[in-house]
T-cell receptor, first 114, second 111 residues
Framework: GENVEQHPSTLSVQEGDSAVIKCTYS??????FPWYKQELGKGPQLIID?????GEKKDQRIAVTLNKTAKHFSLHITETQPEDSAVYFC?????????????FGTGTRLQVTL | DAGVTQSPTHLIKTRGQQVTLRCSPK?????VSWYQQALGQGPQFIFQ???????QRGNFPDRFSGHQFPNYSSELNVNALLLGDSALYLC??????????FGPGTRLTVL
């Protein structure tokens, strides 16, 4: 089955700096890659997603890049703010247009310091 | 527009007991997936319901079962609880896309 590895497990940046989280996946058939942000005591919140026919996607301060050949994808957060502090999860699925099971990475705890 | 809702928020059970968790999908969504999230880990897929039937299942034992109702809401049942079943149980809903929206979860503690 699919295996998703995520690193780093913890990341500390100063406010205003950029943060990058990287994930690799094992199943070349995976074609849908969402990123979730989870704050303490809450469920995961979708922040951005990308499909395999797209190499990069941006939404304000957040961007995701995908390298299908290398089977890795990354989350980039620019101009970080204290409210960006949370645990971030990458995931992969064999998207069929209807929700397929998501395989998650182990998470990255991002801390943005003042 | 209400998002995905789950009940109860917290639950404490003892080993061997049975538990039922509930999920109401986001308005307009017809597919419900359940995930188990152990402390410090990413969510693990349990199963998915669509049109009142289990459509996909992850690597979980038969002690884990579910149901989907005609209004698309869903239940997760766990029998013969083990200490290792202690986790945050998450429900996610979707409609005709790969995008899944998660609820706040139910924190289950097994003593």
């Amino acid at each position: 089955g699919e295996n998703v590895e995520q690193h780093p497990s913890t990341l500390s940046v100063q406010e205003g700096d950029s943060a990058v989280i990287k994930c690799t996946y094992s199943d070349s058939a995976s074609n849908y890659f969402p990123w979730y942000k989870q704050e303490l005591g809450k469920g995961p919140q979708l922040i951005i997603d990308i499909r395999s026919n797209v190499g990069e996607k941006k939404d304000q301060r957040i961007a995701v890049t995908l390298n299908k050949t290398a089977k890795h994808f990354s989350l980039h957060i620019t101009e970080t703010q204290p409210e960006d502090s949370a645990v971030y999860f990458c995931a992969a699925s064999k998207g069929t247009g209807t929700a397929s099971k998501l395989t998650f990475g182990t998470g990255t705890r991002l801390q943005v310091t003042l | 527009d209400a998002g995905v809702t789950q009940s109860p928020t917290h639950l404490i059970k003892t080993r061997g007991q049975q538990v039922t968790l509930r999920c109401s999908p986001k308005s307009g969504h017809d597919t419900v997936s359940w995930y188990q999230q152990a402390l410090g880990q990413g969510p693990q897929f349990i199963f998915q319901y669509y049109e009142e039937e289990e459509r996909q299942r992850g690597n979980f034992p038969d002690r884990f079962s579910g149901h989907q109702f005609p209004n698309y809401s869903s239940e997760l049942n766990v029998n013969a609880l083990l200490l290792g079943d202690s986790a945050l149980y998450l429900c996610a809903s979707s409609f005709s896309t790969d995008t899944q929206y998660f609820g706040p979860g139910t924190r289950l503690t097994v003593l």
